[in-house]
């Protein structure tokens, strides 16, 4: 929802850049957003409620479609071509500042490589215990209920 909202809220921005799960995440509400309008309008007997809100997401939609041909460095007028621009939608961001602006916030990649905090609350100690408890459940040493009380017996400590 806040990626809907924060579509609407950059009504007319034609610049920058628009990650793969905002420009996605705007594309579902407004979707859904758009099957309940229908449906209101049809118990109001009211078509022209859908025609209003269509009207008034056109621009937010078009811009959403031009910063998400930016992300993954391509120009808006990509979304002008068929097909292509759906394979450009799904594809992922580029990973570095591009000549449309910097990356997103919500389209940093994850770094499943990145050194933990040592700060963490799970000490490795514990979490090689919790890998031979997993170990034994997977093999069927211990069922779901007695993992568990295991796994927690554990982090409290």
Known sequence: MNFYLKVLQNYAQFTG????????Y???FNLVASFIVGFVGGLLDAPVLNSIYSLAVIVPSVAVWIRRMHDVGRSGWFCLVPIYNLILAISTSETQ???????PNDAQPYNQFAPVNQSNSVSSAKVEQLAKLHELAKTGALNQAEFENE???ILAA
Request: proline share 5%; net charge positive.
């Open 26 to 28: 705007f594309q579902l």
């Open 97 to 103: 500042t591009n000549a449309y602006g910097p990356v």
């Open 151 to 153: 796994k927690r017996k």
């Open 17 to 24: 850049r628009a990650s793969r799960s905002e420009f996605w």
